[in-house]
């Protein structure tokens, strides 16, 4: 089932990194970036993704099973352009991409969506970005959103699982506390599995702690956007 993943999770990466549409949208001095990636993604290979899968959940695999392309799925992206836009007006983050028919967001140590070293509650910096991500998803509820939570090689990979478990648990519990529907939130953690960067120095593996922010289109949104476009 890992390697499963990691196959998905690489065809998905190389996609995306060997597209030559790729267009930076907004970029701040402190390594906030925005990007546009324009992804022709294989819907064969989304088809091979089992959603229902809990073990095989993750932000790249809900993209590639949601993706219905054609006019539909540009109606979709005309929706996560605008999710996009008001992200980006309200958040500080670490990256945000389009990606398909999705959106991906991420935060890392250095923004203000982070863990203290060791806990796994929120702090009120944390609270403060779930709200203002809450608010957003408010705007848009046909839009979906799955968490991650990742952690770098520090320490024991047992205890590193477990950690990134409870951390993501408590934005679960934050988000449905503040009136998030269950249906819309999923969540997995990866522990130090899912590195972005070599962990040989303190910067990278400051940037593999991160959390990341999967935003698709649910079954209503789908169906609005082939109604509307047939």
Request: glycine share 4%; net charge negative; charged share 30%.
């Amino acid at each position: 089932m890992q390697s499963k993943k990691a196959s998905v999770l690489l065809i998905f990466m190389i996609i995306i990194f060997s597209c030559d549409s790729k267009k930076k949208v907004a970029e701040s001095s402190v390594e906030k970036q925005t990007e546009i990636v324009n992804t022709n993604t294989d819907l064969a290979l989304a088809g091979n993704v089992n959603f229902e899968d809990e073990e095989s959940l993750t932000i790249y695999s809900a993209i590639l099973k949601n993706v219905i392309g054609d006019k539909a799925g540009a109606y979709i992206g005309h929706t996560m352009d605008k999710l996009a836009s008001e992200i980006d007006e309200k958040l500080e983050y670490t990256e945000l991409l389009r990606a398909g028919e999705g959106l991906i967001l991420e935060f890392n140590t250095d923004s203000n969506l982070y863990f203290d070293s060791g806990k796994t509650s929120l702090n009120n910096s944390s609270k403060e970005v779930l709200s203002k991500i809450h608010k957003v998803l408010e705007s848009f509820p046909n839009v979906n959103v799955i968490v991650e939570t990742h952690t770098d090689n520090s320490g024991d990979e047992a205890v590193n699982l477990r950690m990134t478990t409870e951390r993501v648990n408590s934005i679960k519990s934050f988000f449905l506390e503040s009136g998030l529907k269950e249906e819309r939130l999923k969540v997995k953690a990866f522990g130090e599995s899912q590195p972005k960067f070599e962990n040989n120095s303190e910067k990278d593996r400051m940037k593999n702690r991160r959390v990341e922010f999967g935003f698709y289109a649910s079954q209503e949104l789908k169906n609005d956007a082939k109604k509307i476009t047939d």
